[in-house]
Nanobody, 123 residues
């Protein structure tokens, strides 16, 4: 499975971005999906996750209420809509897929990873 993350960029604090993660080599509906992020000099941390059907979602407290994870299995794409962005949201964002098709906030549960897309939020 190949996962390709895109949509990152530079935005001012308070702005919005929508990240996309396109899958190839396997139908997205066979995977539970997640977004993680890694800020400079810090560990990779969980952001959001969605089950294979989209019926279950779960968010990190740091983004809850400001972000929405969704998926379009027909387009083989998962999205992360982020709003009210803060400078502390600056990080490389990675999408990941797990074979058990559920939600998880644990990076070890994910077998597939995209290459990351950089989000920079300026104050």
């Amino acid at each position: 499975v190949q996962l390709q993350a895109s949509g990152g960029g530079m935005v001012q604090a308070g702005g919005s971005l929508r990240l996309s993660c396109a899958a190839s080599g396997r139908t997205l509906s066979s995977l539970g999906m997640g977004w993680f992020r890694q800020a400079p000099g810090k560990d990779r941390v969980f952001v959001a996750t969605i089950s294979y059907s989209g019926g279950s979602t779960y968010y990190a407290d740091s983004v809850k209420g400001r972000s929405t994870i969704s998926r379009d299995n027909a387009k083989n794409t998962v999205y992360l809509q982020m709003s009210s962005l803060k400078p502390e949201d600056t990080a490389v964002y990675y999408c990941a897929g797990n074979l058990y098709r559920g939600t998880s906030n644990n990076a070890r549960d994910y077998e597939y990873w995209g290459q990351g897309t950089l989000v920079t939020v300026s104050s």
